[in-house]
């Protein structure tokens, strides 16, 4: 069992920026593809962005592209998200997945573990 820790979540002002931190308890932490989603009010929980397993590829839901970067430690096993230039279409819970997937899966099939979530309330 696989378990994953989200923090860094918090307020913060349009046009402003937080970064997520995700530490995961996996023996075998470079085995796994990770990855972050979240989910709004009243809507489904969706992708945000994933890193392979070596930390050399990423993807990034066209919602954030440009604004968000996944990176990995694989030393210290923790994944971050560091957002910038936020929106209040931000606001969400956001969750960090880890997968023994692929990363093309990871937006379809999501993670086979998840965090408990770390709230991102983002005013305008």
């Known amino acids: 069992q696989v378990q994953l820790v989200e923090s860094g979540g918090g307020l913060a002002q349009a046009g402003g920026s937080l970064r997520l931190s995700c530490a995961s308890s996996?023996?075998?932490?470079?085995?796994?593809?990770m990855g972050w989603f979240r989910r709004a009010p009243g809507k489904e929980r969706e992708f945000v962005a994933g890193?392979?397993?070596?930390?050399?590829?990423?993807t990034y839901a066209d919602s954030v592209k440009g604004r968000f970067t996944v990176s990995r430690d694989n030393a210290k096993n923790m994944v971050y998200l560091q957002m910038n230039s936020l929106q209040p279409e931000d606001t969400a819970t956001y969750y960090c997945?880890?997968?023994?997937?692929?990363?093309?899966?990871?937006?379809?099939?999501?993670?086979?573990?998840w965090g408990q979530g770390t709230q991102v309330t983002v005013s305008s």
């Open positions: 997945a880890s997968t023994y997937g692929t990363l093309r899966g990871l937006p379809k099939f999501g993670g086979d573990y």
């Open positions: 996996a023996r075998s932490f470079t085995s796994a593809v």
């Open positions: 890193i392979s397993r070596d930390g050399a590829n990423s």
